[in-house]
């Protein structure tokens, strides 16, 4: 999917600026996002050792790049640079020795998202008011320190987005926007290290945003 993303840069690289007009935009966001999410660890076959929800409220920049095609047809790309951490959450359990007693195992799990992409298409309703849909995928990199000694994997998470907005240009090829989106992500599962059989399930991953952009178009 990367390669992809590159030649299709690539490809809108090789636009001469110097043209009046080309039908590209370029420009940079700002966002505001909240995500949710459920997770169900389990040990071995069937046994559940815990379940948990939580929420993520998080603001980033990413960068853009589109092509218009005709009046109505806007495709694209946006790229958010940074990475995207969760807190780190920490759980604390008994755990019965060999020898009867018990001791306290301590569990810490971080989660940090990478290279988020989006790859959409917008249609004009009217002069100002857009609707758009796209895919959506950034990696997923697990950090964790785990009483078995084994550590989850990381993944990649793979999703659909739903938007609309509204679009103002201004002078000299300039234009701000303002947007929402709703994503919605896969199920995916993360399968733990270390010779032992406990594995972590995640669902109803799925948040809005709010976007602001400002940018030009060539």
């Known amino acids: ?18 043209s009046a ?12 996002g909240g995500f949710t999410a459920d997770a169900e660890e389990t040990m071995g076959t069937t046994d559940r ?24 047809i806007t495709v694209g790309i946006d790229y958010v640079p940074e990475d ?7 759980t604390t359990k008994q755990k019965l020795e060999a020898n009867g007693t018990f001791t306290n195992d301590t569990q810490n799990v971080k989660v940090s998202f990478q290279d988020m992409f989006t790859y959409y298409a917008a249609l004009n309703l009217t002069e100002n008011f ?3 849909a796209g895919m959506v995928e950034v990696d997923l990199i697990t950090q964790e320190s785990l009483d078995t000694g084994g550590t989850y994997g990381d993944t990649s998470l793979d999703g659909t987005m739903l938007g609309a907005g509204y679009n103002k240009d201004l002078t000299n090829g300039i234009f701000i926007r303002a947007e929402g989106n709703y994503i919605d992500f896969d199920d995916v599962t993360l399968n733990s290290s270390g010779g032992n059989t406990r594995f972590i399930k995640a669902t109803s991953i799925a948040g809005l945003n709010g976007k602001l952009s400002i940018g030009k178009s060539f």
């Not at 007009?21 to 505001?32: A, D, Y």
């Not at 409220?57 to 790049?65: A, D, E, T």
């Open 49 to 72: 050792n815990g379940q948990d929800d939580g929420i993520m409220v998080v603001g980033y920049g990413s960068i853009f790049v589109e092509k218009t095609l005709g009046d109505y």
């Open 130 to 132: 857009y609707v758009k």
């Open 21 to 32: 007009e080309v039908g590209v935009n370029v420009g940079i966001s700002g966002q505001l």
């Open 1 to 18: 999917m990367k390669k992809i993303t590159i030649a299709i840069l690539m490809f809108f690289g090789t636009f001469s600026f110097a």
């Open 84 to 90: 995207l951490d969760t807190e780190t959450v920490s």
